[in-house]
Every structure is written in structure tokens, then in C-alpha cells.
């Protein structure tokens, strides 16, 4: 395949030919997209005059090129994946990640951005073109591009020495996570788990036992209890007796703490190298410098939000932990409460509070309804269409939608793709949103923004609709509002159009305030009707949905406070002020925060993956972070009325023309103010929650 012309990655059509695209189109398109954008990165490195259009212009020329041919190829990994797919993805993704940090740390083009930054033409530059060229001498400075020789080569070393930690570190979770096991044979051991959870256990046994031929079965067992996820999970909520719980909890809270999978010495090193990176780029702490680039801009910021929380938080968690003992004591437990009764005791006043199953939802939400309210939600707020216009882009699989979002005028201007439903064999799980088309200015032509929306919702059966829970449905919400901040984006500089370049700890803010909507009585009375008679959801039914939202939301906040306060004053501290000894470190912390009993024996910092392993190093309370947002986001609809429709447009245009149209082309506090008319406050975030 050497022709160029016949390969479709390498076509200049809008929208990727996903009907022609084929394994084999991968690697030539890789070399030529390499190829292409090395000639513009020297041409770059090497110009003479350095202002917008001979630096950044052709910068935003080469993100271009990776969205046009790399794109397509990370997309259909993620939802068609196949062994020769992967097998060439694997292959060539090591030689982009190269070519990208090579491109990140160029010595000679952090100069020339300095150069435009210092230079004449930076005054009357736009607030978008600005950020975007501070956002990349940043993005430099952080991978070390201002070092001399010896501290960089440090650095690099630093580098490499984490990534080996990192995948360390997560593989023992999983080799630990899959070593223990606990096989049930007698009935009166698996007395209240689900039908669903047997039916995996007793595959899960019949899986390790390949020689037993298929002996156990989802009545008679044996069953298999495993401690990823959803087993862990279904375990602790249903299984009825304790003994059993509290076995199964001690391996929850000590996975990869001990013998070969132990990640205990690792973690102090883990922190050291994170420390002395900071510190050759001269912060005080990795905290320090993991906020820089976020919108709270240190960690003081992040410790005044805690401080408001932290109080009204335990409160409720005292109450949540009180109704919880009483409950267990009136339905039978003489014992007091251990760690390993919570799960279990609070999923069972949950279904005595709420009354219902997730399952009972589903005749009540069928997915075309919840497309349709969806859609006329975000007419009725932003004043946009969206229509279908299935057959007019390529698609992946048959069950692929395609739609336009058009103005109020009629006009496009913008698009996505929803992909729905779970296909286990083929794509990856949980729900994302990602960028087809940014939004740009490629030579002389306005591009409009095309998105993706994939969710792993429960597929049609027969000729039902897919019939949703309502944790799909606030899924969906939330990936469509991730989508709108991308597709309702005005800005053409693709660093800093739509979600890109907006800092971490605001990106969730778009994605959790459409959330809120679902919980909104009349919206979700809206769009819930039974799919065969179009009646409408019980009133009663979707005020147990809307109430049950808080349920003992005290205890998940201080659970997210500690976690959050852990990673931060870790990385702020260590090896002072106690923080020598993670894992001791963590039980103080837990005293002083939870209002509920925490075991001796737990290790949570060993499997504690987000920090040590993954991305959200010092970062992880940007999720709280989102929250207030998001929260004071939903707010000023609240405050406008939100049963009074002129207000809510009014509301609804200014959120589109500020947190959705600017994107990352100012500060997120900036377009925070810009919509809020102040800094946001946390009143919203506790009153949300019944914290007062
Ligand atoms: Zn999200």
C-alpha cells in the first residue's frame, strides 16, 4: 500500500472514511503523517522570523495532521479493536510518543515562543492565541526544556525511572487483585447475592477449573468470589453473611501490601522522584507544581476548599453513620458495626428508603426518549437544533448515529457521532468523549467541530429499545456535555478550541452540570415514559430518584476528602511533617476525617493506582474541584428560576457564550466570572448535598 491517493487516512475529506479504512492503511498512513509533520516541525525549528504564522500557525497545522490521520486510528481502537489492529497500533504508537516529546522539547522552539511573547506583535494578540502560546512555553517548562545538560539528563532519568514505578506499581494491583480467590460451595454461603453476581461467579469457577467441565452452575455452584471491581463491590453490599464479608474485605483493603505484589517500598521512592523533579524545575513540591498548571494555582487554594467542606461533609457522615447503626441494630445485627457491615447494611436501607430497583427504571427509559429530552434540553437552554442525519458521514458499526447541531438560524456548525450500546468483543468499556474535528482555521477554511460520543449502554433486545438505567442515562448527560463544550466552542485556535487546553481541574465542569439535569423533576418527568404505553414515570417514582441522589453522600465526601488531602499533602510534605510513613500517614489522616472506623490492617495506599500510577498525581481533588463548579454552575439556573423559561434561555445563552464557547482561550477562573459575574462559592456544592 504505497499509494497515497487509495489510502483513506490520507485523504483530505472532512470526516474520516470509516466504510474504507482497513488495518492495512495504518502503518503507511503513520509514516506519512510522521514524515509530514517532522518536515513542518524543522521548517518551524529553523525559521528565522518567529511570530504567530511561522510558529504557531504551523504548530496548530501539525495538531491538525494527528487529528486527521492518527485520530481515526486511536478511535477505532478504542471501538473496533481487533489482534491485528493492536498489533500494529502497539507498533507504531512508540515512534509518535517520540516524535510528540521530542516536538515538546525543543529547545529552539521554547525560544521562539518566548521570542513571540516578548515581541511587538503580543499586545494585540487574541486572548485565545495568547493562552495558547503560554500554555506551550509551560507544557515545555514542565518537561524540562529550561534545564542545563546535567539536570536534564536527571530529568529524563526521573522521567523514565516513574513510568517503570508507575506500570510497576499498577501491575502488582492486578497480579494481587487476581491472586486471591474464594470458592463457595454451600448454599447458605451466598445467601443474598444476586442472580447477575452468581451467574459471574459461577463462571468465574467454571473459568479456573477448565478440567471440570463446566461443572458449577449459577444455582448450585461452586461459586468463585473474586475482589476487581464488581465482584468486590457485589460482594460487600449483598452477601448476608459476616464472616464471609469480613473475609472478603480484609483482601479488599490489602491488596498489593504483601509478599511478592507489594508495593510498599515503592511508594517513598515513587514520592522522591516526583519531589526532586519539582524541584529541579524549582517548585517547593510536586503539589506546588502539579497546581500551577491546574486553575486552582496551589495547593493553599485547594486547602481553603477542603477547610469549608470538611466540617459540613462530617456532619452529615455523622448522621449518615448514626441512621446507618440504627437501622442494622432494627433489622437484626446485635454486633456493633465493623467496616466490612457498611456496604452491606447501607445498600439495604437504600432499597428500603428508595423502594425500587435499578432495573424497575428501565421500562421508563427507553433511549430514543432519553435522546429526545436530551436534545430538547439543550434547545430549550442553548438555543441550538440537533438533527439526525444518519447516512451523511461514514460510520464504524450499524448502530452508529450521526448528528447536526445547527444554530437558531438554521445553520451547521457542528456534529458528532453516538455510539451507544456495549459491544464487549470489539469496544473498550466505560463512556468517553473525545474530538473527531476540532474546531480551526486550516488553510483558509473553517473547519466545524465533529465529536464522538461512546457509551457501553445495554443494547436492544428484540424489538425493545435499549432500555437504560439511570446511571446511563446521567452517563450519557454527562459525555453530551463534554461534546457540547467541544462542538459550542467559537474559538479556531485548535491548542485552546473547545476542551483542549482547559486545565484538569475544570474540564469536568461542562461534563457533571448536565448531570444535574437528569435529577431536575420536571426535566426527568419529561423524558421518562414507558416504552410500550408512553406513560409517564410515576411521580412518586422520580422523586425517590431525585432524593435518592443524597443518599449518604456525607460518607462519599469525606471518603473523596481524605483520598484528596492524602495525595495533596503528600506531595506537598513528604518526607515531613508525618508523611514519612505513607501508609501511617493515611490511617491519621483517615482519624481525622472520617467519622467511621477505619481497620488497622488497611493499605489502601498500596492500590491507591490514581496517584502513584496514573495521572492524577497531586491532582486527585480536582474532582471535588469540578463539583463546586459544576455545582455553582447549575446554581444560576436555580437562582433564575427554573420554571420561569425566559429566565433559564437568558441563563442558558450566557453559559453557551462564556463556560461552552470560550473554551480553553482564557483562564477557567476568568470564564467562570465571566458567566458567574463572581468567583465560585461553595454554597451550592453543600446545599446540593443537604450539608447544613
Ligand atoms: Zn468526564
Known amino acids: ?99 510528540q516529546t521530542g516536538m515538546g522539547q525543543s529547545k529552539a522552539i521554547y525560544n521562539a515562543l518566548k521570542n513571540i511573547k516578548a515581541g511587538p506583535q503580543w499586545v494585540q494578540m487574541s486572548n485565545a492565541r495568547r493562552r495558547s502560546v503560554e500554555k506551550r512555553i509551560l507544557a515545555a517548562e514542565m518537561c524540562g526544556v529550561g534545564l542545563g545538560e546535567e539536570d536534564r539528563k536527571r530529568f529524563n532519568e526521573i522521567e523514565q525511572k516513574l513510568s517503570r514505578l508507575g506500570m510497576k506499581f499498577s501491575n502488582n494491583i492486578l497480579d494481587s487483585t487476581k491472586a486471591f480467590s474464594l470458592d463457595l460451595t454451600e448454599k447458605e454461603q451466598i445467601e443474598g447475592l444476586t442472580s447477575t453476581f452468581l451467574e459471574l461467579a459461577s463462571q468465574s469457577w467454571n473459568r479456573a477449573n477448565p478440567d471440570a467441565g463446566s461443572l458449577s452452575t449459577p444455582e448450585n455452584g461452586p461459586w468463585r468470589i473474586t475482589i476487581d471491581g464488581p465482584g468486590y463491590i457485589g460482594f460487600m453490599q449483598f452477601a448476608k453473611n459476616r464472616e464471609l464479608r469480613h473475609k472478603v474485605f480484609m483482601a479488599g483493603i490489602t491488596i498489593a501490601s504483601s509478599n511478592d505484589f507489594d508495593n510498599t517500598g515503592m511508594i517513598p521512592q515513587i514520592i522522591s522522584l516526583f519531589q526532586e523533579k519539582a524541584s529541579l524545575l524549582g517548585y517547593r513540591s510536586y503539589a506546588h507544581m502539579s497546581t500551577a498548571e491546574k486553575m486552582s494555582g496551589s495547593p493553599d487554594a485547594v486547602n481553603n476548599l477542603y477547610s469549608q467542606i470538611v466540617d459540613p461533609a462530617r456532619q452529615a457522615a455523622q448522621s449518615d453513620i448514626n441512621e446507618l447503626e440504627e437501622f442494622a441494630r432494627r433489622n437484626g445485627q446485635v454486633e456493633s458495626l465493623e467496616p466490612w457491615d457498611y456496604g452491606y447494611w447501607a445498600k439495604r436501607m437504600e432499597e428500603k428508603i428508595l423502594g425500587y430497583k435499578d432495573d424497575d427504571l428501565r421500562p421508563y427509559l427507553p433511549e430514543p426518549r432519553i435522546l429526545d429530552g436530551l436534545f430538547q434540553l439543550a434547545e430549550k437552554l442553548f438555543d441550538i437544533t440537533v438533527e439526525s442525519a444518519d447516512g451523511q458521514a461514514p460510520v464504524w458499526n450499524s448502530d452508529v448515529r ?81 461534546a457540547l463544550q467541544h462542538m459550542l466552542s467559537s474559538v479556531d485556535v485548535s491548542d485552546v478550541s473547545g476542551i483542549n487546553g482547559i486545565e484538569w481541574d475544570a474540564v469536568e465542569l461542562a461534563s457533571t452540570f448536565m448531570e444535574n439535569w437528569c435529577y431536575h423533576l420536571p426535566t426527568l418527568l419529561d423524558m421518562a415514559r414507558h416504552y ?161
Open 1 to 99: 500500500m504505497n499509494n497515497n491517493n487509495i489510502n483513506p487516512l490520507l485523504s483530505r475529506s472532512v470526516l474520516p472514511q470509516f466504510d474504507k479504512i482497513e488495518v492495512c492503511h495504518v502503518e503507511p498512513a503513520v509514516e506519512s503523517l510522521v514524515a509530514e509533520a517532522k518536515e513542518i516541525f524543522t521548517r518551524v525549528e529553523n525559521s528565522v522570523i518567529q511570530d504567530w504564522d511561522n510558529i504557531m500557525e504551523p504548530l496548530q497545522d501539525i495538531n491538525w495532521l494527528f487529528e486527521r490521520v492518527w485520530g481515526p486510528i486511536a478511535h477505532l481502537n478504542g471501538v473496533k479493536n481487533s489482534p491485528e489492529l493492536r498489533e500494529v497500533y502497539e507498533k507504531v504508537l512508540p515512534g509518535l510518543v517520540e516524535f
Open 402 to 482: 450521526y448528528f447536526i447541531l445547527k444554530n437558531s438560524s438554521g445553520t451547521p456548525i457542528a456534529a458528532f457521532y453516538y455510539d451507544p450500546y456495549s459491544r464487549p468483543e470489539n469496544k473498550r468499556g466505560g463512556a468517553w468523549m473525545d474530538n473527531c474535528v476540532t474546531k480551526c482555521i486550516f488553510n483558509g477554511e473553517s473547519l466545524l467541530p465533529v465529536a464522538y460520543i461512546c457509551t457501553n449502554a445495554t443494547p436492544p433486545a428484540g424489538n425493545k429499545p435499549s432500555l437504560m438505567t439511570m446511571n446511563e442515562v446521567t452517563t450519557l448527560f454527562h459525555e453530551f456535555g463534554h
Open 532 to 692: 410500550e404505553t408512553g406513560e409517564t414515570m410515576p411521580e412518586e417514582l422520580a422523586r425517590k430518584i431525585v432524593a435518592g441522589k443524597t443518599f449518604r453522600v456525607g460518607s462519599m465526601v469525606t471518603r473523596q476528602i481524605l483520598l484528596g488531602k492524602f495525595d495533596l499533602e503528600l506531595f506537598t510534605y513528604f518526607p515531613d511533617n508525618g508523611t514519612q510513613n505513607p501508609v501511617e500517614f493515611f490511617h491519621r489522616l483517615a482519624r481525622e476525617i472520617l467519622v467511621t472506623k477505619v481497620c488497622p490492617e488497611d493499605k489502601f495506599p498500596c492500590a491507591f493506582a490514581h496517584i502513584f500510577a496514573g495521572g492524577y498525581t497531586a491532582g486527585y481533588y480536582s474532582y471535588i474541584w469540578s463539583d463546586v463548579l459544576s455545582s455553582d454552575a447549575f446554581a444560576a439556573f436555580e437562582e433564575a428560576g427554573l420554571d420561569n423559561e425566559d429566565a433559564i434561555k437568558k441563563t442558558g445563552i450566557r453559559y453557551r457564550d462564556t463556560i461552552l464557547s470560550l473554551g480553553g482561550s482564557k483562564h477557567p477562573r476568568e470564564v467562570f466570572r465571566e458567566f458567574r459575574g463572581r468567583e465560585q462559592n461553595i454554597s451550592a456544592f453543600l446545599r446540593h448535598r443537604n450539608f447544613q
